[in-house]
């Protein structure tokens, strides 16, 4: 891709230097005495569309949520775009972030769920317009200018003052993928964003992340929608009992999975 020579679009930032935009490095994660991580490496360069598949309960949701730092992982380090997240290095040892800090990185990292959490007081626009306003203290017209473009952008422009009761699944999901870019993150991760839509919904939201993808967007994406992954992934990482089975190119993990896990797994996707 030649993304240096493409205009900058609304909401996605220049390109990353040399290093890795993610790289976890033997992520563990328990809830009690449950081991749910068990020690996840990954790497995701700047600009690849990463896509995570894995059976329900093997710590998709977990392992996103541990690279924003919504849970703290026990042992292991996430950096983003060379950031260390939620962790200061200090004469070797580890220490914790404070809050604040932590929300300051969590700024750059845009987060789309199953179900859109939008505020359903608000009209799209305002959805859009509320973090950089009230976070980020950004200038009210700029936002406003911001957030018209990328509700534009994801085919929403004829209905930004809509309330959220007023739209359908579909399109609240795509407020709510513009809602994140509004922050201008360097990294999207999205966990399971057309699982919740009735079928004939979930085009038009893997629309939008297609465009997203094509613009140079890092984007980790949880899903089973295997034609996506294979179509727009650059990579496919199938997670199973909490470790890394298989990582490879999508088309050739889809059509020649090496390990039994995955080809079990992908029967009954397919
Ligand atoms: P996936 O997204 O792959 O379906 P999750 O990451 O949601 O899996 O969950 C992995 C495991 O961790 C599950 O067994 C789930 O019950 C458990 N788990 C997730 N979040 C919590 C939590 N906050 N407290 C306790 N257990 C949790
Ligand atoms: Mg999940």
Request: aromatic content about 4%; some cysteine; overall charge neutral.
């Amino acid at each position: 891709m030649t993304q240096a020579s493409v205009p900058a679009q609304a909401g996605v930032p220049a390109q990353a230097g040399a290093g890795p935009m993610v790289r976890a490095e033997q992520v563990h994660k328990s809830f009690g005495s449950i081991e749910v991580l068990k020690g996840i490496d990954l790497e995701v360069r700047a600009g690849e569309v990463c896509c995570l598949l894995g059976p329900s309960g093997s710590g998709k949701s977990t392992f996103l949520r541990c690279i924003n730092h919504l849970e703290k992982i026990n042992a292991g380090r996430i950096w983003v775009d060379g950031d260390l997240i939620g962790y200061r290095e200090r004469g070797g040892k580890l220490h914790e972030m404070r809050e604040k800090e932590v929300a300051a990185q969590r700024q750059a990292i845009g987060m789309v769920f199953q179900r859109f959490n939008l505020f359903p007081h608000k009209t799209a626009l305002e959805n859009v317009t509320e973090a950089p306003l009230l976070v980020r203290r950004e200038k009210r017209a700029e936002v406003r200018d911001r957030a018209v473009a990328l509700l534009e952008r994801v085919g929403l422009g004829d209905k930004m003052s809509n309330y959220p009761s007023q739209l359908s699944g579909g399109q609240q999901q795509r407020v709510a993928i513009a809602r994140a870019l509004a922050m201008q993150p360097k990294l999207m991760l999205f966990d399971e964003p057309t699982s919740a839509l009735d079928p004939e919904l979930v085009g038009e939201v893997l629309d939008v992340m297609k465009d997203l993808a094509r613009d140079g967007m890092t984007m980790i994406v949880v899903t089973h929608e295997i034609g996506f992954a294979r179509e727009v992934g650059d990579s496919l990482v199938f997670i199973d009992g909490g470790v890394v089975v298989e990582h490879g190119n999508p088309r050739e993990v889809i059509a020649n999975p090496q390990h039994d896990r995955t080809k079990a797994f992908l029967a009954k996707v397919l």
